[in-house]
Each structure stands twice: as C-alpha cells, then as structure tokens.
C-alpha cells in the first residue's frame, strides 16, 4: 500500500520560503510510471495544483506559482520537496503531496495534508 | 485555464436516495480526461472516477461517472451514511490541470 506523509514547518514569516517534504513508503519514485506532486487547498475552498516532478527531475509547474516554486526529489531517500518562495498569508493552505500516474495527471493516492500558517 | 463548475453547491439527501452531482467545464475536456474525488472533513481527496467514468480499484459500483465534451456527472445510486461528503472534478487533459469548486452532500 503506497503512503505518502507531508513533513515541515507549520508556520512560516511573510516573505519567507515555505519547505516541504514528502517522504513516500510503499513504492520507489526511481522505479518510474509516476509523477510526483503538490496541490494545496485554502482554508475552507478548493484544490490548487501547484506541480509535478518525474524520478529523473522533469518538473511541470502551474503557471499561476511558476516564479515562486522549486520542486526537487531525491531518490535515495524516496523523497521530494517543494519550495514556495516570497510568501504571503495568502499562501496560507493545507499542503497535500500526491502521486500522479504518468501519462495521465489524475491523483491517485495523496498524504493526509499538513497546515502551512503565512504569519509574522 | 479550463474552469469547471459544479452544481449544487450544496445537496441535501437522505440515506437510501439517489444523487446526481453535475461538473460543467469552460471548453471540451480533451480524452474524457474528467476525475471525481470525495473529500471527508479533516481527511485527503481520495480518487473516484477518472476518465470520466472508470472507477477506481475498492469503489463501490453505487458509484458512476459519465459524460463527455463539456458536461459531466457523478451519480451515487443509493446513499449510504459514509457517502456524505465533499466532491470535486478535476480535469487534467489541458494544463494547467484544475479543479471544481466542489458540491458538498449532506443529509
């Protein structure tokens, strides 16, 4: 049973750089057929996708977040990150990490979620 | 961007009823490419339906998609306790890849 657990700060500064980890169990990214990737949804609205990386680095991002976001894996870790730069508390969301079949985009198993805060 | 719109906002049913949840896009879902998750408080999504009408592995047959082009549908055939929640539809044949704004089911 593939599990994946969002790790990281839960409050950031204004202005700061939001960092997250998704640390995957039950699956390997090396072993390919899955992007990797993370959405986040604003207190009490909807899903917002915030991008993808495959195992070997490719990485699509969401237009809307694409000059503030880096996401990176290491494979020797079964990990991937996101990084979210500059925010503001309108960045503020519950992070959810997710894995994406390839060749289709939908989201077929996702971690429970962690609460990021944007506050001084 | 494709904007999906789902309607009701909100739907209030009881156990043993029939629900029709409906997400309308902006422009043509290339592929039928058309998923449904359900979203209980506190919880992740969890994937439905996606090419608009395949059912994930451990889905209930109560629960089918349909539709095509720019109209869609999930219909829960009889309600069970643990059905009311949250659901969204996400596209993913046009990037960005977005979502609805969700229909929340309630009793």
């Known amino acids: 049973q593939v599990q994946l657990q969002e790790s990281g700060p839960g409050l950031v500064k204004p202005s700061q750089t939001l960092s997250l980890t998704c640390t995957v169990s039950?699956?390997?990214?090396?072993?390919?057929?899955?992007?990797w990737s993370w959405i986040r949804q604003h207190p009490g609205e909807g899903l917002e996708w915030i991008g993808y990386?495959?195992?070997?680095?490719?990485?699509y991002y969401n237009p809307s977040l694409r000059s503030r976001v880096t996401i990176s894996v290491d494979t020797s870790k079964n990990q991937f990150s996101l990084k979210l730069r500059s925010v503001t508390a309108a960045d503020t969301a519950v992070y959810y990490c997710?894995?994406?079949?390839?060749?289709?985009?939908?989201?077929?198993?996702w971690g429970q979620g962690t609460l990021v805060t944007v506050s001084s | 961007e494709i904007v999906l719109t789902q309607s009701p906002g909100t739907l209030s049913l009881s156990p043993g009823e029939r629900a029709t949840l409906s997400c309308r896009a902006s422009?043509?879902?290339?592929?039928?490419?058309l998923a449904w998750y359900q979203q209980k408080p506190g919880q992740a999504p969890r994937l439905l339906i996606y090419?608009?009408?395949s059912r994930t592995s451990g889905i209930p047959d109560r629960f089918s998609g349909s539709g095509s082009g720019t109209d869609f549908t999930l219909t829960i055939s009889r309600l069970e306790p643990e059905d009311f929640a949250v659901y969204y539809c996400q596209q993913y044949g046009s990037s960005p890849q977005t979502f609805g704004q969700g229909t929340k089911l309630e009793i």
């Open positions: 090419g608009a009408s």
């Open positions: 990386i495959y195992y070997s680095g490719g990485t």
């Open positions: 422009q043509s879902v290339s592929s039928s490419y």
């Open positions: 997710a894995r994406v079949p390839t060749g289709t985009t939908f989201l077929d198993y």
């Open positions: 039950g699956d390997s990214i090396r072993s390919g057929g899955y992007y």
